[in-house]
């Protein structure tokens, strides 16, 4: 396996590798291109915004400054929002669903790293994928950390750390996040 191939399918890799780090420096060139886009028409912006992200749907926007790590393993569903400032680290894939709105400087992170010393020394990183439903509201500031999967129609309270999944039609606040509000069933019949 190449050290993407082991990236993406949530093993330990060697984020040096010279295939990650050549990605790695596109996706800070397209950034800065993005990033520096604010003052142009939104059409301009959204052309610049497609060329660097793995698939985005119709009349999705996000508003710079937005910061990844790759870039081509996000995928954004139809009338996805992102508002100022959010940080997308992508080791893994991440995908969110159609119709979800996410609040300024919230990060979504399949970034990690392994939690004894002696591996974690060695430099080698690992990840796992995040997926968000569709009609998801994040609040602002939120933090999604790796592996969470977040059901569709639930709300993340703004400065919420995400730790575990969320089930769907589910509010969740706090740090760590935890469930305040499940959707009520619909009545039979």
């Not at 939104?42 to 793995?54: F, M, P, S, T």
């Not at 937005?66 to 991440?94: A, Q, R, S």
Request: hydrophobic share 40%; net charge negative; glycine share 16%.
């Amino acid at each position: 396996m190449t050290e993407r191939e082991k990236m993406l399918a949530g093993e330990l890799y060697d984020a040096g590798d010279p295939e990650l780090q050549a990605m790695a420096q596109k996706a800070g060139e397209w950034m800065a291109r993005y990033n520096g886009s604010i003052g142009l028409p939104r059409l301009e912006r959204r052309e610049i915004l497609r060329e660097g992200l793995g698939r985005m749907g119709q009349g999705t926007g996000i508003k710079p400054p937005l910061y990844v790590d790759y870039g081509v393993h996000i995928t954004l569903g139809d009338n996805v929002f992102l508002n100022f400032g959010c940080v997308i680290l992508d080791v893994c894939e991440v995908v969110i669903g159609d119709g979800t709105q996410i609040g300024p400087m919230t990060q979504i992170l399949t970034a990690d790293h392994p939690r004894d010393a002696e591996t974690r020394a060695t430099g080698l990183e690992n990840g796992k994928p995040i997926r968000i439903g569709r009609d998801v509201w994040i609040g602002g500031g939120a933090i999604i950390l790796p592996g969470v999967t977040i059901g569709d129609g639930a709300v993340v309270g703004a400065g919420a750390v995400v730790t575990r999944d969320v089930e769907a039609g589910a509010t969740v606040v706090g740090n760590p996040a935890r469930v305040v509000k499940r959707r009520e069933a619909a009545p039979a019949g």
